[in-house]
């Protein structure tokens, strides 16, 4: 009986070494936040941790010399914790904070003293993995993209510097960003479909040679980071990689077109969002609510969850 006491005691001890608690911890809880472009957030089983569109000054409509007569925040970054997000005014280049997320620089400083003729316009920002840093997905006069890293975000290329060394052209532009899971790569899609893998981002194909019937708004990684969707303003959505190939909202007629498309961190699935606040889950991701029929101030322009799923 005493052989029996000591066996079970060393069992349990080595159990205990070799998968203590928290070593695998389970998918955060599905939800996502959209962002309008007057810095208005709208949280769907997620806290809410402030909005710019308390401080009209924050995302106002650019009615001066740059076509954005909806706001000028055109996207919103969610922490890895989903404590805290960004959001980014894409013509000032600033970035506003909310919740845990961390103030690690912003545009902005470096176009300090630039002429407003060649100041970019950023289309995209992306939280690193740790939280402790982003990238910034920039629109150049070229019509190829600046993606600057910030915080613990590290510089991997992009289509300017592709530019530069092939002299290659573009037919769309720069319209989405996103980051493989361990942060050492990302991937750059343009509106014609074309995608642009950097770092460890491998390249698993592309919509860039095929006749589109609509532009191609966003991207999104598969939580493994061996496949991507790409989706369109009309509701289409293309598979590359290991993603799954699903129902997209080709065959619907939609109120308003699609904005943004993000990772559901908690399954295999996307949410895809429309300007007027719609949002649709595909892929196995839950419907957790929207903005589709609400009194909205300004269209929306991005959508957000908390895509590292393990960090």
């Not at 600046?146 to 720069?174: M, R, V």
């Not at 993000?262 to 929207?290: C, E, H, I, Q």
Request: hydrophobic share 40%.
């Amino acid at each position: 009986m005493r052989r029996c006491v000591v066996f079970l005691a060393l069992l349990a001890a080595v159990v205990l070494t070799t998968a203590p608690v928290g070593a695998f911890p389970s998918p955060p809880a599905p939800g996502y936040w959209l962002v309008a472009g007057d810095g208005g957030v709208f949280g769907f089983n997620v806290p809410f941790f402030g909005s710019a569109a308390s401080d009209p000054t924050r995302c106002p409509p650019n009615l001066v010399d740059r076509d954005l007569p909806f706001g000028t925040c055109f996207s919103i970054a969610a922490t890895p914790t989903g404590r805290g997000y960004w959001i980014l005014n894409g013509d000032a280049g600033k970035i506003y904070r909310y919740g845990d997320a961390g103030d690690y620089g912003e545009p902005a400083t470096k176009w300090a003293g630039t002429s407003r003729e060649f100041v970019p316009s950023a289309r995209a920002i992306v939280s690193t993995p740790s939280g402790h840093g982003y990238w910034v997905l920039e629109l150049n006069a070229s019509g190829a993209a600046t993606i600057d890293p910030f915080g613990d975000a590290k510089s991997y290329g992009d289509s300017q510097k592709l530019a530069s060394t092939t002299h290659q052209g573009f037919n769309g532009e720069p319209v989405g960003l996103a980051a493989t899971p361990d942060g050492k790569g990302y991937w750059e899609v343009h509106s014609d479909g074309g995608v642009f893998g950097f770092g460890d981002a491998h390249f698993y194909g592309s919509m860039g040679s095929a006749h589109l019937k609509s532009p191609v708004v966003g991207i999104a990684s598969t939580l493994d980071g061996k496949g991507y969707w790409l989706a369109s303003a009309d509701g289409h959505v293309y598979p590359f990689g290991d993603a799954t190939h699903t129902s997209d909202l080709s065959g619907i007629r939609l109120a308003k077109p699609i904005v943004g498309i993000t990772t559901d961190a908690s399954g295999p699935g996307f949410w895809l969002a429309a300007a007027d606040g719609g949002v649709f889950g595909l892929g196995g991701a839950p419907f957790l609510g929207s903005m589709g029929g609400k009194r909205l101030h300004e269209p929306v322009f991005g959508i957000t969850s908390r895509h590292f799923a393990l960090i």
